[in-house]
């Protein structure tokens, strides 16, 4: 079981540029979620997705879009990289049960930095 | 929504003593509160958890209270050791509702 996992591990790009965060898990989880963690403070939730074919927005999604690809894979993409968005994101996933515990399960995370 | 605050935000104590973080939240409906450590560099990992329908619970060193009334609950860590340097967050959920977490706590334990 590798649990969750992310690529790349790290990324840089010049303003402007594009790319899509890759993370998927096999822990046939419901539920998965993208979140930016920025120096010296908590996690803040970028989108989520439910369950496959659902995605939300989170705390912080401007700038960002999601992709459910199916159960196992979502994807985070920025159209148009801007320095505001240099951090570590996360990947996370949950079973999600209406009712109790809910367990995150995170990824080791990309560093990201924008030029 | 729910709002959910954290203290101290940095915290240094001795090898040996004790360490208490403290996180309060917003929503009475939340019934599901847990904690997550993150070592430099590494992922955050969930260390103990706790229900609302539990007033404490323990696991080695490590135990959390919960005052539903007051709306807080705290993470006490006992015996502290360096490799419990880390930043943890405390987080609260209520049923069918995202984890909202805290700023987190650095915690540096002393040799």
């Known amino acids: 079981n590798a649990g969750v996992t992310q690529t790349p591990k790290f990324q840089v790009l010049k303003t402007g540029q594009s790319m899509t965060l890759q993370c998927a898990q096999d822990?046939?989880?419901?539920?998965m979620y993208w979140y930016r963690q920025d120096p010296g403070m908590g996690l803040r939730l970028i989108y989520y997705s439910a369950s496959e074919g659902t995605t939300d927005k989170g705390e912080v999604p401007n700038g960002y879009n999601v992709s459910r690809l199916n159960k196992r894979e979502f994807s985070l993409r920025l159209e148009s990289a801007a320095p505001s968005q240099t951090s570590v994101y996360f990947c996370a996933s949950s079973e999600r049960p209406q009712r109790g515990a809910d367990t995150q399960y995170f990824g080791p995370g990309t560093r990201l930095t924008v030029l | 929504g729910e709002n959910v605050e954290q203290h101290p935000s940095t915290l240094s104590v001795q090898e040996g003593d004790s360490a208490v973080i403290k996180c309060t939240y917003s929503d009475s409906a939340s019934n599901y509160f847990p904690w997550y450590k993150q070592e430099l560099g590494k992922r955050p990992q969930l260390i103990i958890d706790i229900r609302s329908n539990v007033g404490e619970k323990k696991d080695q060193r490590i135990a959390v209270t919960l005052n539903k009334t007051a709306k807080h609950f705290s993470l006490h860590i006992t015996e502290t050791q360096p490799e419990d340097s880390a930043v943890y967050f405390c987080a609260a959920r209520k049923a069918g509702n995202m984890l909202t977490f805290g700023g987190g706590t650095r915690l540096m334990v002393k040799p």
């Open positions: 822990m046939n989880h419901n539920s």
